[in-house]
C-alpha cells in the first residue's frame, strides 16, 4: 500500500531564515506529487506539482521553490522566509488517473516569527 | 473560475442525528469530486472520490452524490457519533493536476 511521510510536523522560524520540507513516498511509483498550503479557515492552496523527476510547475509566484530530486522525493525551500509564509504544509501524492484518491501527509505548521 | 464552496462552515449535531453536508462548484467540467476529512492540525483523509462519470458513493455509513448539470454534492453521514467531529473538505478535480478545495465544513457531534 502507498504511504507518504512529511517531516517536520511543526516548525518555527525566524524572518529571513532558511526553510526545507521533505516529502517522500513509499509503494509507488512516478507519482504526481503536490505542495498545498492551508491557511486558517480557510481551503487548500495549491503551491507546486511534479509530473516527475525535475519537473516542477508552479501555481503562483511566492517565496518559496520546490524541488523533486528522486522519484519518490518532493523538497519544498526557501531561501528566506517572510512572515507570510506561515501556515499549514501539506504534501499530497496523487495517481494518473480520475479514480485515484489524493493522498496526504500528515502536515507541518510552519511559524515565521 | 472554478470555485468550490461549502456551507455552512460550521455544524453541530446531536448524536445519532443524520446529517447532510454541501458543496457547490462553478465549473461542471469536473473530472472528479472528491470528500475528505481533517482532524485538527491533522492531514487529510480521503474518504469518497466520485467520478464525474458517476452519481454516487457509498462506505460505510457514509454516501456522497454528485450532479454536475446542477454543480453540486452532498455528503451524508447516517447515525453521526461524536468520533465523526471533525472538518470536511471536498475538492473538485479538473484534470489530474488541478484540485479546487471548499474551505470545509466542522463538524462537531454531541454526545
Known amino acids: 500500500s502507498q504511504t507518504i511521510h512529511q517531516w517536520p510536523a511543526t516548525l518555527v522560524q525566524p524572518v529571513g531564515s532558511p526553510l526545507s520540507l521533505e516529502c517522500t513516498v513509499e509503494g509507488t511509483s512516478n507519482p504526481n506529487l503536490y505542495w498545498y498550503r492551508q491557511a486558517a479557515g480557510r481551503g487548500l492552496q495549491l503551491l507546486f506539482y511534479s509530473v516527475g523527476i525535475g519537473q516542477i510547475s508552479s501555481e503562483v509566484p511566492q517565496n518559496l521553490s520546490a524541488s523533486r530530486p528522486q522519484d519518490r522525493q518532493f523538497i519544498l525551500s526557501s531561501k528566506k522566509l517572510l512572515l507570510s509564509d506561515s501556515g499549514f504544509y501539506l504534501c499530497?501524492?496523487?495517481?494518473?488517473?480520475?479514480?485515484?484518491?489524493?493522498?496526504f501527509g500528515s502536515g507541518t505548521q510552519l511559524s515565521v516569527l | 473560475k472554478q470555485e468550490v464552496t461549502q456551507i455552512p462552515a460550521a455544524l453541530s449535531v446531536p448524536e445519532g442525528e443524520n446529517l447532510v453536508l454541501n458543496c457547490s462548484f462553478t465549473?461542471?467540467?469536473?473530472?472528479?469530486l472528491q470528500w475528505f476529512r481533517q482532524d485538527p492540525g491533522k492531514g487529510l483523509t480521503s474518504l469518497l472520490l466520485i467520478q464525474s462519470s458517476q452519481r454516487e458513493q457509498t462506505s460505510g455509513r457514509l454516501n456522497a452524490s454528485l450532479d454536475k448539470s446542477s454543480g453540486r454534492s452532498t455528503l451524508y453521514i447516517a447515525a453521526s457519533q461524536p468520533g465523526d467531529s471533525a472538518t470536511y473538505l471536498c475538492?473538485?478535480?479538473?484534470?489530474?493536476?488541478?484540485?479546487?478545495f471548499g474551505a470545509g465544513t466542522r463538524l462537531t457531534v454531541k454526545p
Open positions: 499530497a501524492w496523487g495517481g494518473q488517473l480520475s479514480n485515484e484518491k489524493l493522498l
Open positions: 465549473d461542471s467540467a469536473i473530472y472528479n
Open positions: 475538492a473538485g478535480g479538473y484534470n489530474n493536476n488541478d484540485m479546487r
